[in-house]
């Protein structure tokens, strides 16, 4: 993890052509009930601290908490799941950990809160929607229509959606499994005037991104003079919540998307990455795999012909066998 400086932030919005899709309105498939987690004796008590806030349905807003945000919709319901289980499992204090979940607008909420606490009956979490005229009017139609779906850009209004009391958050996208503490992700240093840490590649070539026309813009191509242009995946983020706040980068980003929509974006990046390829772990220790990309675990898995790191994920599936009939 590195973590960004604050400019420029266009990069962010490179990055959210990167992500992957939603879809679908109803729920089809039928979850296991995770077992209940407990915290150790050293977790610190919530609630106990000064700042110390309700939010809107009665939780704490405690910064002691680990508040997590994830978007959620009937078609990855599967993923949310398995990242929901995998982070409350390798966490030493999973009763601290809040859950912020970011649903479209027109999805059915109830229906969406009643699954994830039939599986999950202990958890700490709240649904906030989201509507997608926000954003829908900024996606750029050559853009590949996976990824027009409005709810992949909730991410960057988090910091309009989620209570104002919140100072960080992880946001975590549903394609991806923990296999440490959150807390260590959670608690990562933002200093000198950092909005947020997450995964940054320097190596993209960015010629590619925009037209000629872009690059012939003294004002447009500038952004990019003197600096070494990186993106970083947006699938895992530590956001300070109010320095972008005070930062404004919600309307920042909102220009790079009016700019790369109406004008200026040549294509979309890369279409299917790794389609039909199944990625290596790189060496070291691995704190947190990320399925990012349009090959999914549940789906070869389903398919018969899984990657060998799709056995990784497998025990965090909590989907049960259409043949199962236990309530
Ligand atoms: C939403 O889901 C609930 C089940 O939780 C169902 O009773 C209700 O009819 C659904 N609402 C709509 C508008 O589909
Ligand atoms: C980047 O790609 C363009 C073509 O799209 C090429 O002309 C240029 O040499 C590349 N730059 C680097 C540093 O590879």
Known sequence: MKKIPTPPLFSFLITLIVIFSHGATSISQ?????????????????????????????QICSSEAVHVAMTLDAAYLRGSMAAILSTLQHTSCPQNVFFHFVASASANASLLSSTVAASFPYLSFQIYPFRDSAVAWLISTSIRSALDCPLNYARSYLADLLPLCLRRVVYLDSDLILLDDISKLA???????????????????????FTPTFWSSPSLSLTFANRKPCYFNTGVMVIDLEKWRGGGYTARIEEWMEVQNHRWNQHGLGGDNFRGLCRELHPGPVSLLHWSGKGKPWARLDAGCPCPLDALWAPYDLLKPPYSFDS
Do not use: H
């Open 187 to 209: 608690d990562i240093p933002l200093t000198g005037g950092k909005v947020l840490a997450a995964p940054e590649y320097c190596n993209a070539n960015f010629t590619s991104y």
């Open 30 to 58: 039928q979850f296991r009930e995770a077992p209940q987690f407990y915290n150790a004796p050293t977790c610190p008590k919530l609630g106990q601290e000064e700042a110390a806030q309700l939010v809107p349905d009665g």
